[in-house]
């Protein structure tokens, strides 16, 4: 059975075609990983689906008594509201009908008898519903889900204006799924989930009854929760039966066949050309030649197979800084209260560290308190000498306006314009995205602009927060490949312990702080 409908939808921005043509169907119960690099489409696709963004042509249909749920990464709080209020407001509908019923109650006392029946009979079939929905253990339904991804640890009587990024995050996907939806459209749900917050959302997805549709570059996570994969590439989308690994396998396949299919075609249209342009001029070969030129404008012409512009990272190094980056003496980190006790630790010249735990402790606080972004609650930080550093901050601030040229050029001035478009495109950026504002740019092509800027500049150090977040598969690679290959230091911020176990030597969990050295 089809929930979701997709005929023929095109749609583009400006100049730049989006999706030409696309068709998509859900059926009940597929759990659906849509894929593809940086820009393609993914994320407008989704939006044109749950009607905030109008295709230029086509049509969306959702079958009946369907609800949709979706997360997205700006998906917002409500204001000065607890966590755990913010929760129950999943439940608004089922809240509204409890006073409805009690309503009925309180006027039965004032109507006739034939209103009293009929009031009777609404209030049982909406306590009927009410029992059936679990009203009666929407608390406890509310802490199962909540402890499972990490709120409970933050506590939900906390305010919501004091939570990280990554926190808020959390309690919009707790309510998504507390609101438990007909259809779940996630887009990028893991990027700020803990390694163990991430495991429980598995095994909820894994046992999920319904469909769901889902963005992701999280290559294990997609493996162990789809089944479906739609692959979105040059404004097409193709349905994939099984989970990555498998579409990964029959799309080489299918890509390696389609350029045997190209090459052999352009080998018999030279055949054709050829003779044609040897023997159309003899009187006694014309006639050959004339059918050979039929024969060729028969032929639908194969498109050559197109390959994405795939980055290529490659961090400048300088000369080697003293044996400790930095010293920090009873350091305390914080905003308004402090987050941690004093901490004591050294990093040390060619060491790559990265530090995980639970979001909300501190981990990007710390880096921008070691950087002097801002200040320590109490306690020093001191660089040692001819350290020269580079830091990816975790989201571009909002409503950057500049397009990404400006935004390297201005970093770098004494660059031509040339020079700037070639070290953009080397990021895997197109001449579209190069010239398009950072702030209508994907999460990912946005990224690759700010890592171009780091990747200019001769240093010693990288500090890094969460740089895989948006990133597609193709750049991730590229950007462990690169880290490994730096001579210098590195600090990371990560949740994917797959993407950087191959080049790590220390491991820092933050929520170690009070009994081990940092």
């Not at 921005?13 to 998509?24: P, T, W, Y």
């Not at 917050?197 to 992701?216: C, D, P, V």
């Amino acid at each position: 059975m089809s929930v979701l409908d997709v005929k023929n939808v095109t749609h583009g921005f400006g100049v730049r075609a989006i999706l030409e043509n696309v068709s998509f169907r859900l059926l009940k119960g597929e759990h659906v990983a849509l894929i593809g690099a940086n820009g393609e489409g993914k994320s407008t696709f989704l939006n044109i689906i749950i009607g905030s963004l109008m295709p230029d042509e086509g049509t969306v249909e959702w079958s009946k008594r369907v609800t949709v749920g979706y997360l997205d990464q700006h998906s917002a709080l409500k204001s000065g509201t607890t966590i755990r209020e913010n929760l129950r407001l999943a439940f608004d509908s089922l809240f509204n009908m409890e006073k409805e019923m009690l309503k009925l109650y309180e006027d039965m006392a004032e109507a006739v008898e034939n209103e009293v029946n009929r009031m009777m009979d609404n209030a049982a079939e909406i306590q009927t519903i009410l029992d059936s929905s679990g009203f009666y253990f929407i608390d406890s339904k509310i802490e199962e889900i909540a402890n499972g991804l990490g709120l409970g640890d933050i506590g939900l009587d906390r305010n919501v204006d004091e939570l990280s990024g990554g926190q808020r995050t959390k309690v919009l996907l707790t309510k998504l799924l507390l609101q438990n939806p007909t259809i779940l459209l996630l887009d990028e749900p893991t990027n700020y989930l803990d390694e163990n917050h991430i495991q429980w959302l598995t095994n909820y997805l894994q046992n999920y009854e319904n469909a769901f549709i889902l963005i992701s570059h999280d290559i294990p996570f997609i493996n162990s929760v789809c089944n479906i994969i739609y692959h979105v590439e040059n404004c097409n989308l193709t349905r994939y039966v099984g989970n990555y690994d498998e579409f990964k396998r029959i799309y080489e396949i299918n890509k390696q066949k389609a350029e045997k299919e190209y090459e052999k075609q352009q080998r018999e249209i030279d055949k054709l050309e050829d003779f044609i342009a040897r023997n159309k001029a003899r009187v006694a070969t014309r006639g050959m030649a004339n059918s050979r030129m039929k024969k060729l404008d028969k032929i639908e012409i194969l498109e050559r197979p197109r390959d994405k512009p795939k980055p290529t990272f490659k961090f400048k190094e300088t000369k080697a800084p003293s044996r400790f980056l930095i010293d920090a003496k009873d350091l305390v980190i914080g905003y308004d209260k402090p987050l941690t006790s004093p901490m004591n630790f050294q990093i040390e010249r060619n060491k790559k560290i990265a530090i995980c735990g639970v979001n909300g402790l501190g981990k990007s606080t710390l880096l921008k308190t070691l950087l002097g972004i801002i200040p320590p609650v109490s306690g020093t930080v001191e660089f040692g000498e001819n350290v020269v550093y580079g830091y990816f901050e975790q989201e571009d601030t909002k409503n950057n306006n500049n397009t990404a040229l400006e935004e390297v050029w201005n970093a770098y001035p004494s660059f031509t314009n040339h020079e700037v478009r070639l070290e953009l495109a080397r990021c895997g950026l197109t001449t579209d995205n190069i010239t398009s504002m950072m702030k209508v740019l994907s999460g990912g092509e946005n990224a690759k602009v700010r890592l171009c800027k780091i990747l200019l500049k001769d240093l010693n150090f990288l500090i890094l927060d969460e740089p895989t977040n948006h990133l597609d598969v193709e750049a991730k690679d590229e950007l462990e490949k690169a880290i490994m290959e730096f001579k210098g230091t590195v600090l990371l911020v990560s949740h994917e312990p797959y993407f950087y176990s191959s080049f790590i030597t220390d491991v820092w969990n933050i929520e170690d702080f009070t009994t081990k050295i940092i």
